[in-house]
């Protein structure tokens, strides 16, 4: 049965241990290889022949985006020595898969109507008609798949309609229709629903509370990302603050590097909600070891290779969709083939610079070896 047809079900995503029973293959290779065809001549990669792929946006010192480098303006070395660079096109065509993931914890409740009108518009701005893609994933105590990839405007509407504080989910399943459906556990046995899990790793779970954000960015980029070929990106609209993951923020951080896919992070945050200063709000006490929310995000998107955007009354939602569009756009797509292959697994760190002085490069900071 098709994804778009029973997309309506609620949890569809499980916490770590769920991970092997989600595979979207039907849909997903469907997708994969319409996007393979719609891809460019330009960059062509032998698949005899390792290819590491980059995709890097430069800055002046006034934050302008720079367009008109080539190839030999840039600088590259992986672990301290120098590469070359065998492909390079200034302003990529390639397909964008964009995944959008939005925080809908007690904390973010207020402002869930701005960033549903503005997600839309950045949706009809950014997503090109037969090319780009994208997907819809809400998380608070729990990460749910509200939308399947796809190119349809309508479905990408309908998921950010269902956008919801977990009071109004929590209201909805009391309605049959909004039950969620069974999915069961990889070894066997086992259902899940919003707010508690049964499975192998033990009986029963959380009736309410925790924020999952690390094991939002690690699904999506693991389970949805790392089967997409072209650009891809992942847009984090959150406060930044994780209590309930079962996954640390390096596995998020190595998940979405393994996907080749960047994250851009938008600090969206109501002080009202923390009254006193984090740790004292009126959502009630957060963890006095919660590690930083801007600190979180700053890293995420730091070690991808996207960036941190901080909402604010000088920028508002709508304003930082705007550079994120103009970052997608203007994005160089540069590729190498290491002149070492005897480490597979490893982390290789990735150093871009180029020879002006003065320009900023914006691109992942390393890889893992397949």
Known sequence: MALDQTISRRSLFSALGLIPALRLLGAQQQQGAQQGAQQPDKPTFSAAVKVVNLFANVRNKAGAIVKDLTKDDFLLDEDGRAQEIRYFSQESDLPLTLGLLVDTSGSQRRLIEEERAASYRFFEQVLRPEKDVAFVIHFDFDVELLQDITSSRRLL????????????????????????????????GGRRGRGGRTGPSGGGGRSGGGTM??????????????????????????DGVDTGSKVSLSSAVEAAQRADTLVYSILFEDPEM?????????????????PNGKRVLEQISRETGGRLFEVSKKQPLAKVYDEIDEDLRHQYSLGYS?????????????????????????TREGYYGA
Do not use: W
């Open 213 to 238: 954000l690390y094991d939002a960015v690690l699904l999506a980029a693991d389970e949805l990302m790392r089967k997409q070929s072209g650009r891809k990106a992942l847009v984090l609209l959150t």
């Open 157 to 188: 509407e309908k998921a950010l309609e269902n956008l919801e504080a977990p009071a109004q989910q929590r209201q909805q399943q009391r309605q049959p229709t909004q039950q969620p459906m069974p999915f069961p556990f990889p070894g066997g």
């Open 338 to 362: 290491p002149d070492r292959t005897d480490t597979a697994g490893a982390y290789h760190r990735i150093r871009l610079t180029t020879k002006q002085k003065g320009l900023i490069v914006q």
């Open 274 to 290: 923390y009254g006193g200063g984090i740790g004292m709000g009126r959502i009630g006490r957060v963890p006095m070891n919660t």
